[in-house]
Every structure is written in structure tokens, then in C-alpha cells.
């Protein structure tokens, strides 16, 4: 059963970026990290989602705790990607991957209310 990055036993490595040293929080970067690892994908399908994550979410919101991306965060990281030459197709999965982490962290794992 996959658990929340906060419980998971690699919480506490030192190479896992999920929660931040100093506040605690959650950081975007290592929570999707986690996210495309626990899911029962095809190895093509991981390929893409690791790929996605790695070009075009975690660049510009990695960093960020899971909190803090709001609908404005996510308006600007969208035309972000199109201005630096993000195919809008490619813009379009890249924002369907998000959407769908950002849906586990508040469904699943009730990191966000």
C-alpha cells in the first residue's frame, strides 16, 4: 500500500526531498518524485510522467511546499512553460500530471485542505 512521503520509511533519508529541513513542509519536488514512484505504471508511462516532472513541473515549481501552489501559481508556471517553447500538447500533460498529484496530496494523503 503506498503511503504519503511523510510516512514513508525514506521520509528521513537524506537524499529524499520530500519534506523541507527547516519548516517541515512539503515540498512539490520530492512529493511528485514519490507520487510517479508508488504508482503501478507501465514502464513507458513512467518514462513520460518522470520526463514530464523533470522538464516542465519541477524547474519551475519544485521548490515550492505543496501549500503555496495556488490557481495563480499554476496560471503562471502555464504560460511560463509556452513562453520558454513548451508545445501547448506538452504543456497540456504536463499540467494534467500535476493536476493529478495535486489531487492525491488532498484526497489521499489530506496534505492539502
Known sequence: ???PPAASSTAND???QVR???TGEV???GYGKEWI???KLQ???RENYEDLFRLHIEPI???LPLGAIKPQTIRSWRGKLLAG???EPQAVKAYSLLRAILNTAVREDEILK
Do not use: F, I, V, Y
Request: aromatic letters at 4%.
Open 37 to 39: 514512484a508508488h504508482r
Open 20 to 22: 523541507d529541513k527547516e
Open 85 to 87: 517553447g513548451t508545445t
Open 1 to 3: 500500500m503506498w503511503r
Open 43 to 45: 514502464r513507458r508511462t
Open 27 to 29: 515540498q512539490l519536488s
Open 61 to 63: 515549481l519544485g521548490r
Open 14 to 16: 537524506p537524499d529524499n
